[in-house]
């Protein structure tokens, strides 16, 4: 370990004490400590073991990550998330068995996400987050409130998953998808001369990413696939939500589903979402093309200059792993 790596280390503790400090060695007995109620839940409970877990959007409004960040980085401060958000995005229970796995009791989370009941991720290289703060996997216990405003849940003994900890892991993979279309943009702005301000948008909103023929007659073409562990070949199961594009007024639209072993084809119109389910096995490409003409929303709404034809829209993507 270099010296930089055993610095940084030492820091990230300082700050994970100064959050939960147990013993209350880092305050002054006369203080108010806002954290108090979350040490006294864990302080009374054997073996307690902690993660955080947030949206896409607030995990910085966990104070130890937003201090953290300021003196390193969000990749640093992120380098081991994403092994939690890969089995949060096989559903409910594979995030619980995960967590029983690795000896989590209970789990720290913004009150904005405890507001929502849910962790919410957009699907991106990995499929879509959507988890449930609530029985019969999660309990809340305490909130806390001040500046940077917590909630700790208790991880509830739901019974197990696959149990396939390694095999379950996976990404997300599109090639030739421009990056725009799924990815997480995080924007940096100076202020002053020691401070950033930070931002997290999708490029079209967290709900949907649009298909578009550009003014080039380019028709983006869709296709991922699932990357597994070396020497794992694992089976999931894959439903993908369509949506037409232009909102009420939209026309028509058929998407064609192409996987190498079936093809089949789904019909959206209006701002009725369709889902369609299939198996995918690790590194089998699935593609989806739009069969009927992508439209200019001028065609239907008049008062949308937009230049691009809108083919349609994807909105989650849920991958389950087959027993």
Known sequence: MTRLHAILGSLALVIACLFIDPAGATIGVHDSNRYQPIQDVL??????????LASYDDLYNIEP????????SERFVERNYNQLLSAASLGDQELNSYLHHLGVTHVVVPLSSSENRRILHKWGNLGSISIRLESPFFREMVRTYGEFPVVLYEVLAAGSGSNSYQNNMYSLELPGVRREFYELNRTYEEVGMYRLNYGKFYTDGTDWSWVTQGTNSYIEKVQFYIRTPELSNKLFSVEVTFLAAGGVNAPMQIIRVSTLSAAQSVTVVGSKPVSVKFQLTSNELVSFDNVLPCRLPSSFDSTNPDPRRFCFGIGEIKIRPNP
């Open 43 to 52: 302080a009374n409970s054997p073996d307690a073991k902690f993660v955080y």
């Open 65 to 72: 990550n937003f201090r953290l960040r300021i003196e390193t």
